[in-house]
Structure formats: structure tokens, C-alpha cells
């Protein structure tokens, strides 16, 4: 689709800069967020209505925060085609609905590294759920917005205002691609620091 509305939004991120403002700005516009952990709290502390992940899932968050996102009900909600009738359908049977809207940025791994942290430290700042909903968001940029920097709040804002409260397909696709061109930078600094890092 070209135009694609935004009425349910998943909200994960580190840098909580903009957040309240992005959040309040979805929710004056009648937009589901959906958010995990700390940006949760954030949001509900900013006074907005936000339904934690753990009651969409039906699981807890569990392993200190390791296991949040990955479930079908996110992810077979981030994946589904809306173009294709046969993931509508499985969508309804399995009872998922689909995000139109994911909001990620990653633990900061970079900042982790400067200190000279630990190995066992090091590895807590790598994020697998992060990029997960990132790569999955951008894969399906036919069907959803990825939002992956604080930096592209304003133009996201400006759009939906400007364009009846959908995102073009253009708009999607350039957000596709600095979504891959941020998770390839990620994993090859992960991959550097551990190499020069000791047990």
C-alpha cells in the first residue's frame, strides 16, 4: 500500500529523548502505543494511556529484561503483509493484530565500550530484541513504518499531520534502509569490540 495509516504503534526505546512528546503526539491522534519496560513507565508517567507488551503477549518480561518482544503476538504483527489476504487471514485465526508504527533505538553497546566495561557487562549492552523488531519493521516497510533515531520524530510528525495521518510508501522505504544501514553499524561494533576484548 502507499498511504499506510497509523492506529497501533509499538514504542521501544533507550534514548527516551522526544519520547513524551512523540507519545503524546499518537495519542491526541486516537494511536494504540504499545511499549515495553522503561519507555512503558515513561509514557504512563507522562499521564498517556499505554498497554504494556507483557499484556498483549500474556507472558512476562523474563531474564532481567532479556525476553520481552520476542513473541508471535509482536512479531506476527510487525510481519504480516497487509497486501496479502492470506496473512490477514492467519492474523484473525491466531488472533494478532498487526502494528502499523515501530519507535526503536538500541542499548547503547557503544557507551558500555568506552567505560571498559567487563565482558559479562559488555554482553548485557548488546540488544537482541532491539534489533529484531528493527530488521522485521524495515523487512515489511510494504506494511509498516520502522522509526529507528530520535532524529526522525519531526518528519514522521510532520507527515501524518500534513498527509491525513498516514505515511507514504516512500517515507517507509527511506526508513527501511537507515534502519539496515544502523543494525549492519551495530553488529560490526559488537563484533570489533569482542575480538579485542579478554575473557
Avoid: W
Wanted: charged letters at 25%; a negative charge.
Amino acid at each position: 500500500m502507499d498511504n499506510l495509516p497509523i492506529n497501533r504503534a509499538l514504542l521501544s526505546v533507550t534514548d527516551k529523548t522526544g519520547l513524551v512528546d512523540l507519545a503524546r503526539f499518537l495519542a491526541d491522534r486516537g494511536v494504540e502505543l504499545v511499549s515495553t519496560g522503561g519507555t512503558e513507565k515513561t509514557i504512563k508517567q507522562a499521564g498517556l494511556p499505554v498497554t504494556p507488551v507483557s499484556e498483549v503477549t500474556g507472558f512476562p518480561e523474563i531474564l532481567n529484561g532479556r525476553v520481552k518482544t520476542l513473541h508471535p503476538f509482536i512479531h506476527g504483527g510487525i510481519l504480516a503483509d497487509k497486501d496479502n489476504p492470506e496473512h490477514l487471514k492467519t492474523l484473525r485465526e491466531c488472533e494478532i493484530r498487526p502494528f502499523d508504527c515501530v519507535v526503536v533505538n538500541l542499548y547503547n553497546f557503544a557507551a558500555a565500550a568506552e567505560k571498559k566495561a567487563s565482558l559479562r557487562d559488555l554482553v548485557e549492552e548488546i540488544d537482541i530484541g532491539g534489533p529484531c523488531l528493527l530488521r522485521a519493521s524495515a523487512k515489511n516497510f510494504h506494511s509498516i513504518l520502522v522509526l529507528p533515531a530520535v532524529s526522525h520524530y519531526a518528519a514522521f510528525m510532520s507527515m501524518l499531520d500534513s498527509n491525513n495521518g498516514c505515511v507514504s510508501l516512500e517515507f517507509r522505504k527511506r526508513m527501511a534502509v537507515e534502519t539496515f544501514t544502523l543494525t549492519s553499524a551495530y553488529d560490526r561494533m559488537i563484533s570489533e569490540v569482542l575480538g579485542k576484548t579478554a575473557l
